[in-house]
């Protein structure tokens, strides 16, 4: 095979965009990596299914699990989606699923005799091992990855199989992969954890526990030195714990183990996950450039209460090319990237560590009309940290966010506030005539519940929240008008983002324009939808311009950039 075989497109007829992307990839079958710059409306899906069924055995992985079940809705015949075991039923009616634990369990699980029903999960994990086309989400796969690497190797049995001999990989949503690289190598863990809940120091010498304990946590500790110690008790825990377990283990083959132990076990194995990322850090060859090592403050709710802050300790990859290496380079041979939002082809291949004469980089715009959805630059806010403390300032955010309400009384819309200051300012501020239409994501409150709250109502609700960027879709009625008060930067008090910021400019302002535009395109879902996006932040047009400076916006997405007389000339007569 050396092109693109368009008789396995998955439906009757093919868009005039999809056929030009598919002759583009033809064109250049031979590179071993692709990227896929396509904008929202295209149609990427079922060219993912078309390239995945015209490679052979590969693997579809994306963001989440509603994407998933949207493929899995469209595509059904092609390709087989599996999940995180806690997506299917135990047959067993175990909770806490004693087959992660002890392998035993599978044999014992499949014997019709034994259960009523085979068990789901099992069958999902043996179906997807035959499947030329397995979908997953990246959590999904990037736990396969890690266990079938050198952490567990060939001991986790068949329900990691699934991702045996598959030697290409599309990447859905690509513009997420290094966020999931991070993830993959990130530990985050809090003393108290350590101490309370996998009982580290009991291993070791009290001063040592008590200097770390009781001892402030500040920008004074020494980070390196704390890892060092947290490393060297961890490997000491382990081992004890490890022969500790093993004495207890039942010496019958056949038989299951008793509940308590099953418990321990499992937290054994979560505390793995810690061992595996401190030797990992231990094995690098140049810590000081591919790691940061950083503590943070976080508030705490048990069922939506809050119950104080926790100090964690956060080690986390700086740079993801080394790891794109290690757990993807090496197993896959053909490497497809999907995103409406890459903005920057070169960046995003420094960032994964691909030469660029590797890539062949295809781009497609939109196909939506640019008038339907117009972005608004209001230019009437200030979002920077000191702006936002001045309650001036933050009193004229409420007064513009209330003069968009009042111009869609009976329309439903998103704010996307940019941080949880202005989230909590707005819940708490606007005036009584619109506070009963905001859904806020603030506390515990999750975006799931307060967008399942917006579906379902029939009232015109609005959605606030500084995280729905991505995988929320307000087709039609849903959202009419968005409201981008601040530029989504990502937050400086994260220490990498913050390094990278001031060592990588164009990364730290690229990424969030990538987060502007995936915010732009929440509310116009079709050809035929329509909506109005209203930015806030006078920062926009520098921000703007910057980006068209750089190559990075399509010409669709600038034609929809419009100026508030604009605005009021052509469209809020319309609105009346
Ligand atoms: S393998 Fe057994 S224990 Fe595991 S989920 Fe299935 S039925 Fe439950």
Redo the contacts with the bound molecule.
């Keep these: 095979m050396n092109s693109l075989d368009l008789t396995l497109f998955p439906f009757k007829s093919i868009r005039p965009e999809q056929e030009r992307i598919a002759k583009k990839i033809s064109n250049s079958y031979n590179k071993r990596y692709h990227l896929l710059d396509c904008a929202t409306g295209i149609g990427k899906s079922p060219l993912a299914v078309t390239l995945a069924r015209s490679e052979g055995r590969s693997v579809i992985v994306t963001d989440s699990i509603q994407l998933q079940d949207q493929y899995e809705r469209d595509f059904y015949d092609h390709l087989l989606n599996i999940k995180g ?1 806690s997506n ?7 909770s806490d ?4 634990v002890d392998k035993r ?2 044999r ?3 014997n019709p005799e034994k ?1 009523d029903e ?5 069958v999902a994990r043996k179906e997807a091992v035959k499947s030329d086309v397995v979908l997953v989400n990246y959590a999904l796969l990037m736990t396969t990855l890690w266990l079938t690497e050198d952490k567990a190797g060939p001991d986790m049995g068949f ?1 990691n199989q699934w991702l045996d001999d598959r030697h290409t990989i599309i990447f859905d949503e690509a513009h997420l992969l290094e966020k999931h690289l991070v993830s993959l190598c990130t530990l985050k863990v809090s003393v108290k954890e350590l101490d309370e809940k996998y009982h580290i120091f009991k291993y070791v010498d009290d001063p040592i526990k008590r200097e770390y304990l009781t001892r402030p946590l500040s920008e004074t500790t020494d980070r390196v030195k704390f890892f060092n110690y947290l490393i060297d008790i961890c490997r000491i825990h382990y081992e004890e714990w490890g022969k500790i377990l093993e004495m207890e283990m039942p010496t019958n083959v056949g038989g299951a183990m008793p509940a308590d132990l099953i418990k321990e076990v499992a937290l054994a194995k979560e505390f793995e996950n810690i061992l595996f990322i401190l030797n990992t850090y231990i094995k690098s060859k140049d810590k000081t450039t591919e790691w940061i090592l950083s503590m943070k403050e976080e508030e705490l709710y048990d069922k939506q209460v809050y119950i104080g802050k926790q100090k964690y300790f956060y080690l986390q990859p700086l740079r993801v090319d080394w790891i794109f290496d290690r757990f993807f380079k090496k197993r896959f041979d053909r490497f497809y990237f999907m995103s409406a939002t890459i903005l920057d082809a070169d960046l995003f291949c420094k960032t994964l560590g691909i030469e660029t004469d590797q890539m062949s980089y295809i781009q497609e715009e939109s196909p939506f009309d640019p008038a339907k959805s117009p972005i608004i630059g209001m230019n009437c806010c200030q979002t920077s940290y000191q702006s936002l403390q001045n309650e001036d300032n933050m009193r004229q955010i409420v007064g513009a966010v209330e003069a968009i309400l009042q111009m869609f009384p009976n329309e439903k819309g998103i704010i996307h506030s940019g941080n949880m200051r202005i989230s909590k300012y707005l819940q708490d501020h606007i005036s009584s005539k619109y506070a009963s239409r905001l859904l806020v994501r603030y506390g515990a409150k999750t975006n799931r519940e307060i967008f399942k709250e917006h579906t379902k109502s029939r009232r015109p609700t609005v959605l606030v929240s500084s995280s729905m960027a991505e995988g929320v879709d307000l087709k039609d009625d849903l959202g009419r008008f968005q409201i981008i008060v601040k530029m989504p930067f990502l937050s400086l008090g994260d220490e990498r983002i913050s390094y990278l910021a001031n060592n990588a400019a164009d990364w730290y302002s690229c990424d969030m324009m990538k987060t502007l535009v995936q915010q732009a395109g929440r509310a116009t879902r079709n050809e035929n939808d329509y909506s109005y996006t209203f930015v806030l932040d006078k920062s926009f047009s520098y921000y703007l311009s910057n980006a068209q400076n750089k190559g990075w916006l399509t010409n669709q997405f600038c034609k929809r950039v419009i100026t508030p007389q604009m605005f009021i000339k052509d469209y809020k007569g319309k609105l009346n």
């Design positions: 075991i299917y039923e135990c047959s067993l009616g175990c699923r004693p087959c992660t369990y599978y014992y699980c499949l259960v085979v068990c789901p999960y099992l329900v």
